[in-house]
């Protein structure tokens, strides 16, 4: 099979995967979910028209020559309802949310008011009407659909949920994601320091990668290169809905994994991309498991789960955003690239007032995981390209998922 | 008290807050988390010099004249030690992360060459020494200090705890949060609809933000409009590390919170912002707790927490970057503000080649809590500003946490 380019093997996944079905979560559970159902308001809100401040709810007309000088008939709380009319000259005091009283058609804050002796408020300034009123429905009608199936529940989005009092919704389920690490070279977690042997990092680097999108996986352990005991493994990876294979699935005489992969059933639809890091990437199905074999190598691995799997993983979770975002920014330095790969290369990010830099992280070997460890982003290299200049524009793909920088990036 | 601008109110809060002590986690819960210890290799890691690519072990002068064809003879896979010493034309076939064997000083990748009879591959281009070698201690050296303690657990962080064996790890804790809504006019999740009430929204927006941190807040419900009954929850409030309150700190005369919260020995360190959304913020500590006043208004009370209490959490859990991610964008419309006040506009954005495009959500009334559902982040707009035109250059804080987008944004 020829070598697939990143965007054609993405959209085999993609195409490869679907969204998998509805559950039922309290609304204190399905933070980052994606809502299953449209929902509706259950009420107009605002219920009536109300004040946007604390002030003092009037008649516009009353200010057409200010100062004025107004009678103070009422006093208005918000949860109260208005029991006096306001007439020409009269005003009442008024809460934020609390209804705006008939008769009145603008809010003046109380700030720019003044006392003016026993039951009386001097206003200096005319408002026009509407002014800070919150008209009835603004926010959302009672039956319109507020929110459509497909929205990703962000906190402003439960808010809303709990604006229309939905303590329990419909969500896409989640993938349960299996993850398994292939090679006698492996030393797990548990075993004591063997130093010929390799650490099992990408184990769990994967299971972190995997939380991060919101899923708790299952790690399965480590399967010895024997095809025995790796068909037994991943007979157990195949009862999940997403399977990840670490190792194994390059072109080595040694690797038993595609082809214990085939034995039991499972369909490959690629196993080379061409890309850099991650080129020996595979992806098969079941009619109910995606399979995805990624790279030995811990660098690679990764960046092959940010490229394919994240985003698989999103669109079974009922995503319509499966993109690492990215930004813009200027490259620090020049950066050599090879022809014929789309190249992702590891790089910190700093800021100017005209946008983002971007640094790499040093050597981009493979091998040295701490540079996975430092990067803010995955710069985008394309295949074309036979090589990038300093302060040349390039794409970035933001790592980091929590999303936050260490100044606050405006100036008052 | 004076009005503080954003910057002075942010200092004070964090100014007034710390990092709080370390406890101890597991690997598989770290993630987010911030190392409260530095953390040291355990050994040499590749433990030897090792091989990057699967292929050939050989010695870079016998294809000083290529095409050369040599004999191979061993076979190492990745957890063998080799047996033999690789001699003038002599080769070893290799697997990715296998040792390279004595003699050899360079790698060859498989795709590189053909097969060239019994025991013999022919190689086509010569490479130099180190080809393709990835160099005993590259990714890090025994005894060293691998990652800082302050270091943001991210997957790639993971990674290399992993590798360096640490199933347990110190941490800076998470700070307790509660949350407490105040006002007579708002109807609780579990009340039947009353359309002259207020849903209570904000206790669910607030807990959702701060869950969105990975802390689970506890929420105290809604205190109403008796100064009795406030103080009873605020005393609740006041056994956890932060205490969000949220309605009753503007200036109406019904509002118990400040005078109620100064009487249980909340020391109140402002109570007003000069900012739009959110004005009336205030804050204050006891010795052990940090209690924000938020604004009751959704929008206003999102703003603020996004712009203060984030921070605040975050610095409390040991993270340096505190601030939400900011872009660059162009603004696709021209922007009315009065001066003064330093605005947060909710906008969505979109890409093109040239970068970000922010749009605002429409109206922005405070009241719209369905515009922050939709927003993808808070263009910021300098008190000193009196409007921003249509294609200026401005900054967007990043609203979304997760961060991914619906398109690639990079071209192969």
């Not at 980052?32 to 259950?42: D, F, H, M, P, Q």
């Not at 009092?165 to 030393?187: F, W």
């Not at 690492?324 to 014929?340: D, E, I, M, S």
Request: hydrophobic share 40%; proline share 5%; charged share 20%.
């Amino acid at each position: 099979m020829e070598h697939l380019s990143v965007t054609n093997a993405l959209k085999c996944v993609l195409e490869s995967v679907k969204k998998l079905d509805a559950e039922t979560v309290r609304l204190e559970q399905s933070l980052n979910r994606v809502l299953a159902e449209g929902v509706r308001a259950n009420r107009d809100q605002p219920p009536y028209d109300v004040s946007a401040m604390d002030g003092y709810a009037l008649r516009s007309a009353d200010l057409a020559t200010v100062p004025a000088t107004l009678a103070v008939i009422e006093d208005i709380k918000a949860g109260d309802m208005p029991c006096k009319t306001i007439q020409a000259g009269q005003c009442a005091r008024i809460m934020t949310g609390a209804p705006v009283p008939a008769g009145a058609d603008a809010v003046i804050r109380v700030e720019d008011t003044r006392a003016a002796g026993a039951g009386h408020v001097q206003i200096d300034h005319a408002v026009r009407a509407g002014n800070d009123i919150r008209c009835l429905g603004e926010n959302m009608r009672n039956g319109e659909i507020v929110l459509t199936a497909g929205t990703e529940i962000t906190p402003g989005v439960i808010g809303i949920l709990a604006t229309v009092k939905r303590a329990h919704l419909q969500v896409t389920r989640r993938p349960r994601v299996a993850i398994l690490s292939t090679g006698n070279e492996l030393e797990d977690m548990n075993e004591p320091v063997d130093p010929n042997k390799i650490p099992n990092s990408n184990s769990y680097a994967l299971m972190a990668q995997v939380q991060a999108l919101g899923i708790e996986p299952s790690l399965l352990g480590i399967a010895r290169d024997d095809p025995a005991e790796l068909a037994e493994y991943l007979q157990r990876g195949l009862h999940f809905d997403v399977l990840l294979v670490s190792g194994g699935s390059s072109v080595g005489v040694h690797d038993y994994v595609r082809p214990t992969i085939e034995s039991l059933g499972v369909k490959m639809l690629f196993w080379r991309v061409s890309m850099k890091p991650g080129h020996p990437l595979a992806f098969g199905t079941t009619s109910q498991t995606a399979v995805f074999g990624l790279p030995g190598n811990p660098v690679s691995s990764m960046v092959c789960f940010e490229e394919f799997v994240a985003p698989a993983l999103r669109h079974m979770m009922g995503h319509t955003r499966l993109y690492r975002r990215t930004v813009n920014a200027r490259l620090a330095h020049a950066v050599k690239v090879r022809p014929g790969r789309t190249e992702f290369i590891r790089v910190t990010l700093s800021r100017d007032d005209a946008g983002y830099i971007a640094t790499s992280t040093g050597t981009q070997s493979s091998g040295v995981s701490l540079s996975m460890a430092r990067a803010d982003g995955l710069l985008v290299v394309s295949a074309a390209s036979s090589g990038l200049a300093a302060g040349e524009t390039v794409t970035v793909q933001l790592l980091d998922g929590t999303v936050f920088q260490n100044d606050a990036g405006f100036e008052e």
